[in-house]
């Protein structure tokens, strides 16, 4: 059963610190999206990947946030620092360029204290 | 860029029940009206989707409704049961040829038994 796996599920860090969140998307996916969701902002979009490049990031703060593709079969996302504003759920899907639908993850849940 | 405004913001119906959430688009160009499903702790999935060319398609109990004149489609969920309690997004694709799903808030579904 083909799915995409984030890791950690759950973080608690204190504000300042680095925070790495990471993706496996499935195999043979060439786009993978990052989002993140809190209660009054919905599901935004933070980053966007095609084939391995940066299609899109301008939903992400470029100050503290980045997005990295490794290789094929892993996505990153970092902060730092951290900020109590960045509490929230963040999501990785992927999808291939055949096709519309994306796939999530189980998401990360964040909190920064 | 493109927008999408969705209704209602929640809605309760009780088990049994239909319910009818509808999302309403700017961009004439769009061609794609997916509807995702996301459970409590869980990442959003695809239920169904409809292309411009179709007005209508259905799935057991779930059905999508297209009006391009009027800019808007709607899902429909009849006879709904305690599973169907779950936030429903609406998202667009941005741009011709892009893969990139842009959501909103949502709207919270409670069916009550």
């Known amino acids: 059963d083909a799915r995409v796996t984030q890791t950690p599920r759950h973080k608690v860090t204190e504000m300042g610190q680095e925070v790495t969140m990471r993706c496996q998307p499935i195999?043979?996916?060439?786009?993978v999206f990052w989002y993140r969701q809190t209660m009054m902002q919905g599901l935004e979009l933070l980053a966007y990947?095609?084939?391995?490049?940066?299609?899109?990031d301008s939903g992400m703060p470029k100050d503290r946030f980045s997005a990295e593709m490794p290789d094929a079969t892993l996505a990153t996302l970092k902060i730092q620092p951290s900020e109590p504003r960045d509490s929230a759920v963040y999501f990785c899907?992927?999808?291939?360029?055949?096709?519309?639908?994306?796939?999530f993850g189980q998401g990360t849940r964040l909190t920064v204290v | 860029g493109e927008n999408v405004e969705q209704h209602p913001s929640t809605l309760s119906v009780q088990e049994g029940d239909s319910a009818v959430i509808k999302c309403t688009y700017s961009?004439?160009?769009?061609?794609?009206f997916p509807w995702y499903k996301q459970e409590l702790g869980k990442g959003p999935q695809l239920i169904i989707d409809?292309?411009?060319?179709?007005g209508e398609k259905k799935d057991q109990r779930i059905a999508v409704t297209l009006n391009k004149t009027a800019k808007h489609f709607s899902l429909h969920i009849t006879e709904t049961q305690p599973e169907d309690s779950a936030v429903y997004f609406c998202?667009?694709?941005?741009?011709?040829?892009?893969?990139?799903?842009?959501f909103g808030k949502g709207t919270k579904l409670s069916v009550i038994p």
């Open positions: 899907a992927s999808g291939w360029t055949g096709d519309t639908e994306a796939f």
């Open positions: 195999l043979g996916h060439n786009t």
């Open positions: 990947f095609r084939n391995r490049a940066p299609l899109d």
């Open positions: 961009d004439s160009a769009s061609n794609y």
């Open positions: 409809i292309r411009s060319n179709v």
């Open positions: 998202p667009l694709r941005e741009g011709a040829g892009s893969y990139q799903l842009t």
